[in-house]
C-alpha cells in the first residue's frame, strides 16, 4: 500500500497500519466494519455511512434525521458515550478518525493508549458525527 501526504497530514507508519473502519475488508491492512461476526446476513443490515459536503460546511456520518445514527458529536465539549480509550484520544485525533476513517497520526496520548493492547481495533466511532457549522 502507498500513501502520499506531506508531513503536516500524515505520519509515516500510522495511517497504513491504522484500521481502516466503515471498511468489512481491506487487503494487508486491518479493517473494521459493524458487519464483522453477525453472520451472514450482517452486512445487509447495517447502515451506510452517509457525509455531506455543503458551502455551510461538513457533515460526517449522517443518516437522514434518524437520531440513532451518529449520536455523540465531536464538539470538544461534548465527550459523553465514549468508552475510556476513547476519551484519551483528543478532540482533534477523534476528528481525524472520524473525517479518514482511520488515525493519519500517532495520538497524541500515545503512551497511555500503549497500556491497552489492540485499542486501536476496540474504537467504535460508528456513533460519531461531525456537527454542521452551526452546532
Known sequence: ???????????RGVPDRSPLYWTFRRRHRPAVDLSQ????????????RLDYRSPAGDRLNVAGDRPIDGSADL???????????????????????LCHRCLLRA???ADALA?????ERDLMPFGWRLPDSGA
Do not use: C, Y
Request: aromatic content about 8%; cysteine-free.
Open 115 to 119: 497500556g491497552s493492547p489492540g485499542w
Open 75 to 97: 464538539h470538544p465539549d461534548h465527550p459523553k458515550n465514549l468508552s475510556p480509550e476513547e476519551r484519551l484520544l483528543s478532540p482533534g485525533d477523534r476528528r481525524e478518525l
Open 37 to 48: 461476526g453477525w453472520g451472514g446476513n450482517s452486512q445487509w443490515r447495517t447502515d451506510f
Open 1 to 11: 500500500m502507498r500513501i502520499r501526504a506531506g508531513v503536516e497530514q500524515a505520519q
Open 107 to 109: 495520538p497524541e496520548a
